[in-house]
């Protein structure tokens, strides 16, 4: 599909269509985008789940008509118990298991505080029971198992089936389910209902809560009811990048939001618009390297950052940063940190607000640890730390882990509003510069942009290679002229899981509303 989905009163984009139906009831139904967004969001808890849970982080970027952006940042920290001894033998946290799954799940507080912002908005709030019905009735009747699930349980079989919780939960009959296959998750759906009856603080500081942690304590996990206790998303002003095209918006230290506005304003110094593809991947790939330069060496917990992020974002320094960039030539780098199963997804409604949402549970199926009376998956986020006790993400308890998730946002000079995505760890911001600038700066159609072959600078699941990936869907000769520059190109399938499930929603001057879903995603772009 190359044309974009128009609509006059409401848009939502997700990667899976169910999700973005659920998101589309509430707007028919009167809901504003931060009431779709919170129904999408559990929906695709249900229908998703190696990529996102409710034992992920979530982080969401919303625009108002009117008015300075919103970030909330639904991340959690460390367990109190999660110190170095804790790993004593250890050289590395560990990526699956009780250990990995060590930091407190935020992605329920963010929808809280969202839903929060949303009253304060004005207007006839929905109630909870209604945007989390489409969640519930999925896990307790079933959905059909993606094959995006089933590959994703088969090929990493070895290492989660073992993990507590997780044959049960995912493992029917003892295999990998088949795409097509029922999958049902009645723990889940109880877990989901028990929210609705006793609000969503009752996953922080309620009798959920003590379930949870007395859950969490039986399979060694180190995080405890003070630290559900202590736990609240928290409201965030957003990074953003004057550009030659607008204003672009991202999210602040944690994640590396820097990343994805430091590669659009080192890119707006090296005419893009008149760039063929061969040398657009090269000149998004080098700022790609200048940016994960300074996300490696500042970015952590904002409580322990030695600089100003926004001040790395200044016109002038972003042009000296542009200067270093060889039109000719690749740059050397050294690693990246790695690839992240996650799910954006966009809204916008007919007042002009707008949603650019992300939730995770970092790698497919977090920690594979599942709670066996809740029903939660959860993350394996603080793998990100260091054992390393000099290392800028070195762990401590109560720190927030470094995150890859970014979801943006822009006002356009022309008067657009637009908000855009992707899941893929590292691939995250170079999806958004290649999204931002076919669309924004080459004028290539919304769908289009989303749907051409793109790139991954960095490492997939399984592979310990930092080359230059590009789907194979690109011409030859873009890969040779790569080649010739010096950059290490790999080839991928068609349209592969690997460069990311993308989206976006363009608002244009006269309301009508545009959308772009991925197709390497089970998503649509669903409006009315």
């Known amino acids: 599909m190359m044309q974009s989905n128009m609509a006059p009163l409401g848009m939502a984009v997700t990667p899976h269509h169910l999700a973005s139906e659920?998101?589309?009831?509430?707007?028919?139904?009167?809901?504003?985008?931060?009431e779709a967004m919170v129904a999408a969001a559990a929906t695709i808890a249900v229908v998703y789940p190696h990529m996102n849970g409710l034992g992920g982080d979530g982080f969401w970027m919303i625009l108002p008509p009117?008015?300075?952006?919103?970030?909330?940042?639904?991340?959690?920290?460390?367990?109190?118990?999660?110190?170095?001894?804790?790993?004593?033998?250890e050289t590395a946290i560990p990526h699956r298991g009780p250990k990995a799954a060590l930091t407190v799940a935020g992605t329920v507080s963010g929808w809280s505080e969202a839903l929060q912002f949303s009253t304060e908005l004005g207007g006839q709030?929905?109630?909870?029971?209604?945007?989390?019905?489409?969640?519930?009735?999925?896990?307790?009747?079933?959905?059909?198992?993606?094959?995006?699930?089933?590959?994703?349980?088969?090929?990493?079989?070895?290492?989660?089936?073992?993990?507590?919780?997780?044959?049960?939960?995912?493992?029917?009959?003892?295999?990998?389910?088949?795409?097509?296959?029922?999958?049902?998750?009645?723990?889940?759906?109880?877990?989901?209902?028990?929210?609705?009856?006793?609000?969503?603080?009752?996953?922080?500081?309620?009798?959920?809560?003590?379930?949870?942690?007395?859950?969490?304590?039986?399979?060694?996990?180190?995080?405890?009811?003070?630290?559900?206790?202590?736990?609240?998303a928290q409201r965030r002003t957003p990074l953003r990048v004057t550009h030659s095209s607008g204003e672009i918006f991202n999210m602040a230290p944690p994640t590396q939001g820097l990343v994805s506005l430091a590669i659009l304003g080192i890119t707006d110094h090296l005419a893009m618009a008149d760039a063929d593809d061969a040398e657009t991947v090269h000149r998004i790939v080098e700022a790609t390297k200048i940016a994960f330069g300074l996300r490696d060496r500042y970015i952590t917990d904002p409580r322990h950052m030695q600089e100003d992020m926004q001040t790395l974002l200044e016109p002038e320094r972003l042009a000296a940063l542009a200067s270093g960039v060889n039109e000719h030539q690749a740059a050397p780098w050294g690693t990246g940190r790695g690839p992240g199963d996650t799910v954006w997804m966009g809204?916008?409604?007919?007042?002009?607000?707008?949603?650019?949402?992300?939730?995770?549970?970092?790698?497919?199926?977090?920690?594979?640890?599942?709670?066996?009376?809740?029903?939660?998956?959860?993350?394996?986020?603080?793998?990100?730390?260091?054992?390393?006790?000099?290392?800028?993400?070195?762990?401590?308890?109560?720190?927030?882990?470094?995150?890859?998730?970014?979801?943006?946002?822009?006002?356009?000079?022309?008067?657009?509003?637009?908000?855009?995505?992707?899941?893929?760890?590292?691939?995250?911001?170079?999806?958004?510069a290649a999204i931002f600038t076919r669309h924004v700066i080459q004028h290539m159609p919304l769908q289009q942009a989303v749907s051409a072959p793109r790139w991954l600078l960095g490492r997939t699941w399984g592979q310990a290679s930092d080359s230059l990936k590009l789907e194979n869907r690109f011409d030859p000769t873009v890969a040779q002229r790569l080649r010739d520059r010096g950059h290490e190109v790999e080839m991928l399938t068609d349209y592969s899981e690997a460069v990311g499930h993308a989206g976006a929603i363009v608002r244009h001057n006269n309301g009508m509303l545009e959308g772009a879903f991925d197709p390497r995603s089970n998503g649509s772009a669903a409006g009315f």
């Not at 659920?22 to 931060?34: K, T």
């Not at 959690?76 to 170095?84: D, F, K, R, W």
């Not at 599942?370 to 793998?383: D, F, H, K, M």
């Not at 054992?387 to 401590?396: S, Y």
């Open 347 to 432: 809204v916008m409604d007919s007042s002009g607000l707008a949603v650019s949402f992300i939730q995770s549970l970092y790698h497919e199926f977090g920690s594979g640890v599942v709670l066996p009376e809740s029903g939660i998956t959860w993350q394996n986020r603080g793998a990100a730390f260091s054992l390393q006790p000099d290392h800028l993400l070195t762990l401590a308890p109560g720190k927030q882990p470094f995150h890859t998730l970014n979801p943006a946002a822009a006002r356009l000079h022309d008067g657009r509003t637009m908000v855009y995505g992707s899941m893929g760890g590292d691939g995250q911001p170079q999806t958004q």
């Open 66 to 89: 009117g008015g300075e952006p919103l970030a909330i940042d639904a991340s959690g920290a460390a367990g109190s118990l999660a110190h170095p001894d804790f790993y004593h033998g």
């Open 125 to 232: 709030a929905l109630p909870l029971p209604r945007l989390l019905r489409d969640a519930i009735r999925y896990a307790a009747d079933g959905i059909p198992v993606t094959q995006s699930q089933a590959s994703a349980t088969a090929s990493k079989l070895a290492e989660l089936s073992d993990q507590p919780g997780f044959a049960v939960t995912y493992l029917p009959d003892g295999h990998a389910p088949r795409a097509g296959s029922r999958f049902v998750q009645p723990a889940l759906a109880a877990t989901l209902s028990q929210l609705c009856e006793e609000g969503l603080e009752s996953f922080y500081r309620g009798n959920l809560a003590r379930q949870l942690a007395r859950e969490m304590s039986q399979l060694g996990m180190p995080i405890t009811l003070d630290d559900l206790h202590h736990h609240q």
């Open 22 to 34: 659920s998101a589309l009831a509430v707007l028919r139904e009167g809901g504003n985008a931060i």
